[in-house]
């Protein structure tokens, strides 16, 4: 289908803008920071909300600990937020894991961790398995059952999902019940069907990409690595279940694919869906709340059957 009317509009003030090449990310962060601030499901209210810093961890990360109404104990997801590794903070994807906690009935902890260029990769890929293998071993104290563990993310956020559930089938520290992938970036790479048919005029760019693989990367030939490159793992087999969404209009819709149907190859059980008419990043888009919300609400639904192991 074509671009829904509201998006195309979107897009026609973001031409206005210039592009995130022409920047530098302390920029970026600034122009990002003014949009999701807009965000109206910041004002959707759960049981409880507090802060805390990651215990015993060398480096200062910050989580937040969304708790909803009702008897726990409650699945736990741990989310990672968007943003190229190099932008977005615990506010970029507030509203999106209230809707969460609220539809899904779950706990979602949301990890901010270190980002690009300030720390490279490892970085951030560290901070999120510890956060993970945090709450795996203080269920109790988070209200949650420690059977249901869960990892989500959008974007480079769900590039950190993919890679926390990979390290968590090897490492064998924990287990989890799921991943949820949103338009995840699953490979270092720029040469797919989706790169070529919407390199121009989607808002993230080829150009783009590469903007933030630099600035994430400490050298190219890291981009080989399977914690950065998930599609590239030999393996596929044991992991958790997945739920990946697609954006139509997106460069990183290929490769996301590819990684829904290699974990399908291995066995895995997955659910793969593409958000028509959309584009990357729609979660965090205020403005287009109207067309998006529904495609929330599903995502939000389905994982609170997933959790239950519902069909």
């Given amino acids: 289908m074509p671009l829904l009317p509201l998006v195309e509009s979107y897009l026609e003030q973001l031409n206005q803008l210039p592009p995130v090449t022409q920047l530098s990310p302390e920029e970026v962060r600034t122009l990002l920071s003014m949009r999701y601030k807009l965000d109206p499901n910041h004002k959707i209210t759960v049981g409880e909300i507090s802060e805390r810093l990651l215990p015993n961890y060398w480096a200062p990360i910050n989580l937040r600990i969304y708790t909803p109404t009702g008897t726990p104990p409650f699945p736990i997801v741990v989310y990672f937020h968007g943003g190229g590794w190099v932008l977005g903070d615990l506010d970029m994807m507030d509203g999106f894991c209230r809707v969460l906690c609220k539809e899904a009935q779950c706990v979602v902890v949301s990890v901010d961790y270190r980002l690009a260029p300030e720390h490279k990769f490892p970085a951030a890929v560290e901070d999120a398995y510890a956060a993970t293998l945090w709450v795996s071993r203080h269920v ?6 420690p059977e249901k563990i869960a990892v989500a993310g959008d974007s480079a956020g769900g590039n950190l999902a993919a ?9 064998g520290e924990f287990s989890l019940i799921h991943q949820l992938l949103i338009y995840p970036v699953t490979n270092y790479g720029f040469d797919n069907p989706s790169y070529k048919k919407y390199a121009q005029g989607y808002w993230l760019t080829p150009e783009d990409m590469i903007w933030y693989w630099q600035h994430y990367l400490p050298s190219p030939e890291t981009g080989n690595n399977v914690l950065v490159s998930p599609l590239q793992a030999e393996s596929l087999e044991n992991l958790p279940p997945a739920s990946i969404y697609t954006a139509e209009f997106d460069i990183l819709r290929s490769e996301a694919e590819s990684y829904a149907d290699r974990l399908q190859q291995a066995g895995v059980p997955v659910l793969s ?3 028509e008419g959309l584009i990357h990043g729609f979660l965090g888009v205020p403005i287009l709340h109207p067309v998006t919300n529904p495609f929330v609400l599903e995502i939000a639904q389905n994982l609170f059957r997933a959790l239950r192991n519902k069909s």
């Fill in 163 to 171: 890679v926390v559930a990979l390290m968590a089938r090897d490492k």
């Fill in 273 to 275: 869906k593409c958000c």
């Fill in 140 to 145: 109790e104290e988070l209200k949650g059952n």
